[in-house]
Each structure stands twice: as C-alpha cells, then as structure tokens.
C-alpha cells in the first residue's frame, strides 16, 4: 500500500466542564486522610484531561453511531474464564471511518462471533489494512484562570471539590458513604488535535476524516466524558474552537501565513471552507 502525507488539520479549542468532571485515577487506592476516588493530575497536581480518555471515548461513541457494534464487526479485547469480557470495533476494511481515524492494533485478532463459536480460534492479522493512525489527541491542560477566586472559595480541595454519594442498604437502611473528587463545572481545558491527512494508493482523504472527527466532537457532547455521567458528572462542550490545515509543502515554508479554515465560538457554528 502506497501512504503519502498530504499535510494535517490541526484542531484547538477549549474544553469546558458544563458539569462536574471526574477522570479517575484507575488505581482507586485508598490513602489514609486521602480521597478514596481522586481525580488524574499532572506532575504539577493539577487535574487535566488524558488524551487516551478523549480518543478513547470518541472512538467507543463512533463505533455506535457508524453502525460498527455488531457482533461479526467487534474484536475480543479481553477475555475472562472462556468468555469475551470487553469488545471493541476493528476490522480490516480500508475504508472504515472508525479504524482509519482511530487505528488498528498490530497483531491477530478474534471476531466475537468467531469466539463463541469457538474460543481457541486463532483470529486474523489486519496487518494489511493498517495506515497510520490518523488522529492524535494530545493531553488537555488546565486553563488555571477558568476556576475563579469565587468558585476556589466553594471547593474543598485547591483544584476540586469532593462530592459524598450514599448508597443505603434497602433492608438493614445502613449507609455507605463514598467520596469522589470531581473538577468543578465551569472549569476549562487546553485541547489539541491533529487529523493527518494522506493518499492512499492515489485516493486522496480530502476533509472526509477531518468532517468525521468534528461528528465524534458533537457525539461527545451530547454523551459525558469521565465516570458517573448518569448521576450527573462529565457534560463538556468544545469552544473557541480554531482549525487550521499545514499542507505538507507548508512545512517548509514560515508558518505565519496560515489561515484558518474555520473559526467559531461552539460546535454548531463552525463551518469549514474548502482547500
Ligand atoms: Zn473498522
């Protein structure tokens, strides 16, 4: 296969909590005096937002909307006891909107319909569909200045406040109380995207990949990012969003004379021009 670099549509904008935000630490271990479900931090302690969990969930809400949950379309992930425990969507078709923005792993791997027709199947290499991964989500950086002095004065911790969730025994009505960190809503982050643009085997992508990841942008909102979404947490909405294109030939040249190819202050204001 034939890969050429066009150039890159690089996306910035801000993410903004319209919610509450938890992004848990995964590790979930209890300090003593600390909070039992505290939120990710940078090495600075401040909370931020990882790109793996942006991407991540982007691409689970993609595989829905694009029809590509389906047992024949899903690859077992995980596997627990003989059973596939998580499934997600890859397959080998050059022209899926979900693997080609997203990527494909290297390595064979076990449709979930192949798996419970027989566990020890030994799955298929999609080797010869991989393009380099299209999109790249950087780490999204606290804006320090969206938590105000007055919003500091209602949380608990510098960055944060602790919630208490209660869940009550329905027969013996004990209680029992958990904390969460969550970043308050109102606050904002730093986003980066970068949406590469190639030729593949003489077929040019154009914006198709670029109109596809602003759908992922606006399932996003409509969805919630970070735990708890159906108590409440983790609505966002992009903003100050500003998407400029670096042909390939641009890189050689001094950047300062490029344009935008769209500027809006929200999602369903932003228009893009052709180039
Ligand atoms: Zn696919």
């Known amino acids: 296969m034939d890969v050429i670099l066009k150039g890159k549509y690089i996306i910035k904008c ?7 935000l938890h992004i848990g630490e995964g590790n979930n271990s209890i300090e003593i005096g600390g909070i039992d479900n505290s939120v990710v931090k940078d090495a600075e302690g401040k909370p931020y937002i990882p790109g793996s969990s942006l991407k991540g969930k982007m691409r689970a809400l993609m595989e829905f909307a694009e029809g590509k949950v389906k047992d024949n379309l899903l690859i077992v992930s995980v596997k627990r006891s003989g059973k596939p425990e998580i499934c997600i969507h890859m397959c080998e078709d050059i022209d899926c909107p979900v693997c080609g923005l997203f990527g494909r ?12 027709r027989n566990p020890n ?7 010869d569909a991989v393009i ?10 606290l804006i320090e200045s969206s938590i105000t002095d007055e919003m500091k004065e209602n949380l608990d911790l510098e960055w944060t406040e602790v919630k208490f969730e209660n869940n009550i025994d329905r027969i013996t ?10 970043v308050p809503a109102g606050a904002q982050f730093l986003a980066e995207f970068v949406v590469n643009r190639y030729e593949v085997d003489g077929s040019d992508d154009g914006q198709r990949y670029l109109s596809k990841f602003i759908k992922a942008m606006k399932l996003l909102e409509d969805d919630y990012l970070g735990g708890q979404g159906s108590r409440g947490n983790g609505k966002v909405k992009f903003v100050d969003i500003e998407i400029v294109y670096k042909d390939s030939s641009d890189y050689e040249k001094d950047s300062s004379d490029l344009k935008p190819i769209a500027k809006a202050d929200s999602l369903d204001q932003l228009k893009l021009s052709t180039n």
């Open 14 to 20: 801000k993410i903004k909590a319209v919610t509450g």
């Open 121 to 127: 199947a030994e799955g298929k290499d999609f080797s």
């Open 173 to 182: 009505s004990k209680a029992n109380p958990r904390q969460s960190e969550r």
């Open 132 to 141: 380099p991964t299209r999109l790249i989500v950087r780490d999204a950086k």
């Open 105 to 116: 792993n290297h390595g064979k791997h076990v449709t979930k319909e192949e798996f419970i």
